[in-house]
Structures are given as C-alpha cells and as structure tokens.
C-alpha cells in the first residue's frame, strides 16, 4: 500500500457547507484525500441547531453513517429515530431509506459518512418534488470528473423521441 493511501485526518482541513440559515455542516473527505476509488467516506460535523443535506434517497449509491460524537434526530421515510455516539445507520438505495440528519441539540454531531461511489447516479428530494441526475462522478465525488449533474422537478416529463429528428 502506497503512502498516498493513509491519511491523517487532523492534515485534512475542513471544508464549511453552508445554506440558508438551516445548513451548517463541516466536512473533511477522507476517501477522495486517500485516493478511494468506489468507497467515499467523510467526517462531517452537523452544527448544533442545523441539518445535513436535503432529504434524499440515491437509486444507485448506498450510504451508511457512524455517529462518532454527540445526538442527533434521523429523519428516515416516514420516521424520526434518535441517534447517537456509537449508533450505525445502514442506508440502502430507494425511497424506503430516505434521509437527512438533524441537530436539535447545543454541541456538534460528529459522524462519519460512507457511500459507495457508483455512478451515474439518480437522487430523489421527496421534499422539493425533484431528481438529480449525476455522470461521471458519483455524488460526492471529484466534481472535475462529473460529466452531468442536473436537478430537475420531478414531474418533468419529456417524450423519448421529442426533440428527434425522424423524418
């Protein structure tokens, strides 16, 4: 195993995301710094009062967390679970695991964040009523790579062969 393959996570500095007033998240992308190839994993730190990234569900890219410190709420489908340190969350592609994290309390949460790199990728946001569509490089991927990446209503529809030259 190369050098370029172990990092420090304290030699990685953190990138701030933020959105709005409701967003607030620190992350450090551990996988892409060690050159992983088809397993991405960040630290995140979900600011105390805030939350993770939209509601969402991949249809090609699984995901699983490991709450390292603090609490925190789950919102997954339909319901609302607790978590905390040492708590696992495996979250499969489709509807039935949609998510988003929550950080109703006074003190940081700190977690790691796993996600196969598959691409392309299709996410929903059952909260805006969209889809995102993502080629090249996968959802938290090298954004240099990323052929497409396109956020459309949901309800868009477009024939298949609209637009085509037939005759």
Known sequence: MSPSHVVRSQDIPWTDITQGSRVAIRRKQLGAAAHGQKLGCSLLELLPGKQSWPFHYHLAN????????????????????????????ALPPGPACAHQLLNEGSQPLRYLAFSTQLEPDVLVYPDSQKIGVMAGSAPGGAKAARTLEAYLPLAAKVGYWDGETTD
């Not at 997954?76 to 708590?87: F, K, T, Y």
Request: net charge negative; no cysteine; charged share 30%.
């Open 62 to 89: 699984e995901e699983a967390l490991f709450i390292l410190e603090g609490s925190g709420t789950l919102r997954l489908g339909d319901e609302r679970i607790p978590v905390s340190a040492g708590d696992y969350v």
